[in-house]
């Protein structure tokens, strides 16, 4: 199903309308949510980017996040004998999976009234423009004082109930892009002020490392996570946005190791560090200032096979946690250093048509935030036609994202125009352009 949007959350006058944000969510997912509607009623109140985009003239794709009044343990007996794929959220609250692979994320509450339990929740939210929840059945409106002058203004905050303390990384990615992705104006409160402050020292600290020092960095943070025994390498965007000299502190780590997926989980117990599943059902741990890292099984290859099934050339290159060194097995360092991309042949072999799709806009994205070259074969990955489906839109949106956090919008724009110049007419980048 082809889908269209802008981004800009339009200042002055702008307004939660009845039901907002409801038509393109019940367009994709009504299946799900109306079976938990059936089940809890008015209980249900959807939140989160579908109602933050519903205050302007764009459509959300991505997560669900709803408020449902009613008890963590019933809500996960309804959605296993609903049929539901049940996981945990990385703070514990249910998660179901959706048929597309996106995920709806559940927060049960409770208070003397369903009003005042979902305010209660959305007051704690970490900004203003967040602070806001629609009835799924009635459309009823709730929101923040806040969340209502922010959105007017075209503006938003820390709100002041939200422990900015926590999980610091998120948190100043989150305030980034809403600056630079969505051109909010922070108001100078002082919680918003303390995270001004920590994305400059973030900023700062970035500038200061080269990559040796970047990479021994995080080879210390993730070290705890991994079991003592097995060998482990960080791969694909640490590495390579670390050799290109742009690692930014809210870069997801991966990491592959030679212990088992037993031997993660089991460890990650023991050590009392939580975890959740990812999309691909492999552990991903959020650390407690916000680092993100996926623990990938190697499953009896060898670091060589492994890297060689990888998409993109520039991630194929890994850095040891243990011995704190490059390993190349594939011979890519020089293409990282002549920032060159290309695509693994044994890649595109054996990759689905969600597979390509997803690798034809990351390859755009990867060349706008590196300023690469490519090859001709990573040029005709690039022209592969797209079916816009809203799990891909929403991860697209996620990559743009993360360009504005790394270049100006200028910049952004002079790059599509050249690679529209290159590529020609291609769904790669007409959706790169709709979305920035």
Same mark, same amino acid.
């Given at each position: 199903?082809?889908?269209?949007?802008?981004?800009?959350?339009?200042?002055?006058?702008?307004?939660?309308?009845?039901?907002?944000?409801?038509?393109?969510?019940?367009?994709?997912?009504?299946?799900?949510?109306?079976?938990?509607?059936?089940?809890?009623?008015?209980?249900?109140?959807?939140?989160?980017?579908?109602?933050?985009?519903?205050?302007?003239?764009?459509?959300?794709?991505?997560?669900?996040?709803?408020?449902?009044?009613?008890?963590?343990?019933?809500?996960?007996?309804?959605?296993?004998?609903?049929?539901?794929?049940?996981?945990?959220?990385?703070?514990?609250?249910?998660?179901?999976?959706?048929?597309?692979?996106?995920?709806?994320?559940?927060?049960?509450?409770?208070?003397?009234?369903?009003?005042?339990?979902?305010?209660?929740?959305?007051?704690?939210?970490?900004?203003?423009?967040?602070?806001?929840?629609?009835?799924?059945?009635?459309?009823?409106?709730?929101?923040?004082?806040?969340?209502?002058?922010?959105?007017?203004?075209?503006?938003?905050?820390?709100?002041?109930?939200?422990?900015?303390?926590?999980?610091?990384?998120?948190?100043?990615?989150?305030?980034?892009?809403?600056?630079?992705?969505?051109?909010?104006?922070?108001?100078?409160?002082?919680?918003?002020?303390?995270?001004?402050?920590?994305?400059?020292?973030?900023?700062?600290?970035?500038?200061?490392?080269?990559?040796?020092?970047?990479?021994?960095?995080?080879?210390?943070?993730?070290?705890?996570?991994?079991?003592?025994?097995?060998?482990?390498?960080?791969?694909?965007?640490?590495?390579?946005?670390?050799?290109?000299?742009?690692?930014?502190?809210?870069?997801?780590?991966?990491?592959?190791?030679?212990?088992?997926?037993?031997?993660?989980?089991?460890?990650?117990?023991?050590?009392?560090?939580?975890?959740?599943?990812?999309?691909?059902? #492999? +552990?991903? /741990?959020?650390? *407690?200032?916000?680092? !993100?890292?996926? @623990?990938?099984? $190697?499953?009896?290859?060898? &670091?060589?096979?492994?890297?060689?099934?990888?998409?993109?050339?520039?991630?194929?290159?890994?850095?040891?946690?243990?011995?704190?060194?490059?390993?190349?097995?594939?011979?890519?360092?020089?293409?990282?250093?002549?920032?060159?991309?290309?695509?693994?042949?044994?890649?595109?072999?054996?990759?689905?048509?969600?597979?390509?799709?997803?690798?034809?806009?990351?390859?755009?994205?990867?060349?706008?935030?590196?300023?690469?070259?490519?090859?001709?074969?990573?040029?005709?990955?690039?022209? #592969? +036609?797209? /079916?816009?489906? *809203?799990?891909?839109? !929403?991860?697209? @949106?996620?990559? $743009?994202?993360?360009?504005? &956090?790394?270049?100006?919008?200028?910049?952004?724009?002079?790059?599509?125009?050249?690679?529209?110049?290159?590529?020609?007419?291609?769904?790669?980048?007409?959706?790169?352009?709709?979305?920035?």
């Amino acid at each position: 199903m082809a889908v269209t949007a802008r981004r800009s959350i339009r200042p002055g006058g702008a307004s939660l309308c009845h039901r907002c944000g409801l038509h393109t969510l019940r367009q994709y997912y009504s299946p799900e949510l109306d079976a938990f509607a059936a089940r809890f009623g008015e209980r249900l109140w959807i939140t989160g980017g579908w109602v933050r985009e519903g205050l302007s003239d764009s459509n959300y794709l991505g997560d669900i996040d709803c408020i449902i009044v009613a008890g963590a343990q019933q809500i996960k007996q309804f959605a296993i004998a609903a049929g539901f794929e049940l996981r945990t959220a990385p703070l514990g609250a249910p998660r179901v999976v959706l048929c597309d692979g996106n995920h709806m994320d559940v927060i049960p509450v409770s208070g003397p009234t369903a009003k005042d339990a979902v305010l209660q929740a959305i007051s704690a939210y970490n900004f203003s423009i967040n602070s806001a929840a629609v009835n799924y059945l009635t459309g009823t409106v709730l929101r923040t004082p806040y969340n209502a002058e922010d959105v007017a203004a075209g503006a938003f905050r820390v709100n002041d109930g939200f422990d900015h303390h926590c999980s610091d990384r998120v948190l100043a990615r989150d305030f980034e892009i809403f600056e630079k992705y969505y051109g909010l104006r922070p108001v100078p409160t002082p919680p918003t002020l303390r995270v001004q402050k920590l994305v400059r020292a973030y900023g700062a600290r970035e500038a200061g490392d080269d990559a040796t020092q970047s990479l021994c960095a995080r080879s210390n943070e993730v070290a705890p996570c991994l079991p003592t025994a097995a060998e482990a390498w960080i791969v694909r965007g640490t590495v390579r946005c670390a050799l290109l000299g742009q690692i930014k502190y809210w870069d997801d780590i991966d990491v592959i190791t030679t212990a088992s997926d037993d031997d993660i989980v089991g460890h990650l117990a023991e050590a009392g560090i939580p975890f959740s599943p990812n999309y691909f059902g #492999t +552990p991903k /741990v959020i650390t *407690p200032n916000g680092l !993100k890292v996926d @623990i990938w099984a $190697l499953g009896g290859h060898t &670091l060589e096979t492994e890297l060689s099934g990888y998409a993109h050339n520039l991630d194929a290159i890994a850095w040891s946690v243990r011995d704190r060194r490059m390993c190349d097995p594939l011979g890519v360092a020089d293409a990282v250093a002549q920032r060159h991309l290309d695509i693994s042949p044994a890649f595109i072999g054996n990759a689905t048509a969600h597979d390509l799709h997803y690798t034809a806009l990351k390859s755009i994205y990867l060349t706008i935030r590196h300023a690469l070259t490519f090859s001709d074969r990573a040029a005709e990955v690039m022209r #592969t +036609p797209i /079916v816009p489906e *809203p799990f891909l839109i !929403k991860h697209l @949106i996620r990559l $743009l994202r993360e360009l504005c &956090l790394c270049l100006p919008p200028q910049t952004i724009s002079r790059a599509i125009a050249a690679l529209e110049n290159k590529l020609g007419a291609c769904d790669a980048v007409r959706l790169v352009h709709t979305y920035s």
